[in-house]
């Protein structure tokens, strides 16, 4: 692993997706923020 630390923005009003909840947008099988976490923890041991 790298000394790379991720963080993870995940809030607002999600205005510009027309007010859909970006935590729990479909993203191929999974939810989005779901697959952003995996991302992180491929090239971190660190994130928030």
Do not use: E, Y
Request: proline letters at 0%.
């Amino acid at each position: 692993m790298s000394d790379i630390a991720c963080i993870v923005l995940a809030a607002g009003l999600s205005r510009r997706m027309g007010g859909a909840n970006k935590l729990l947008l479909q993203f191929d099988d999974n939810f989005l923020l779901s697959r952003v976490v995996t991302a992180c923890a491929a090239v971190s041991q660190s994130f928030l």
